[in-house]
């Protein structure tokens, strides 16, 4: 009946099964070959097969909780990801701009010594024409300088 073959007592027992269900008694020489199972046995067996049912039924709410948080865990984490990479572009264009700042502060202050050093020696009077009576007073100048 489409079975795999294995044990031939475990097949023969498969098939000859009732269709409703019920219990088929081990015919491997049982106390009670023959008779039909104890009420408590088959109460027994029944709420063995309850409880493997609920503890079934748990596994499979647990499952699906499972799964729900870890697609919850996936959204947040592409989620943080992108936002990484947002992040990540801001800030290299921060630092473009915070380096464009630096060089713009730089050459300003470059500028500044040099005009600094041009108005000392116009004072000190190196830009005068070269005569030898300037000299003194360039000297002069320089000698208050330092």
């Given at each position: 009946m489409?079975?795999?073959?294995g044990?031939g007592?475990?097949?023969?027992?498969?098939?000859?099964?009732?269709?409703d269900?019920?219990?088929?008694?081990?015919?491997?020489?049982?106390a009670?070959?023959?008779?039909a199972?104890?009420p408590?046995?088959l109460?027994t067996v029944q709420?063995?097969?309850?409880?493997?049912?609920?503890?079934?039924?748990?596994?499979?709410?647990?499952?699906l909780t499972?799964?729900?948080?870890?697609?919850?865990l996936e959204?947040?984490?592409?989620?943080?990801?992108?936002?990484?990479?947002?992040?990540?572009a801001?800030?290299?264009?921060?630092?473009?701009?915070?380096?464009w700042?630096?060089?713009?502060?730089?050459?300003?202050?470059?500028?500044a010594?040099?005009?600094?050093?041009l108005?000392?020696?116009?004072?000190?009077g190196?830009?005068?024409?070269?005569?030898n009576?300037?000299?003194?007073?360039?000297?002069?100048?320089?000698?208050?300088?330092?």
């Open positions: 489409g079975r795999p073959e044990d007592k475990r097949a023969q027992l498969l098939d000859s099964a009732p269709l269900g019920g219990f088929v008694p081990d015919q491997g020489g049982a009670n070959s023959g008779a199972p104890s408590d046995m109460s709420a063995q097969c309850q409880e493997v049912r609920s503890v079934m039924q748990q596994n499979v709410d647990q499952m499972n799964m729900s948080k870890a697609s919850a959204a947040s984490s592409s989620e943080l990801a992108a936002n990484a990479r947002a992040f990540q801001g800030a290299r264009g921060v630092r473009k701009q915070m380096w700042n630096n060089l713009k502060m730089k050459v300003a202050i470059g500028v010594l040099l005009l600094l050093l108005a000392i020696l116009w004072w000190a190196a830009f005068e024409g070269g005569g009576a300037d000299k003194s007073a360039v000297g002069r100048r320089l000698g208050l300088l330092f």
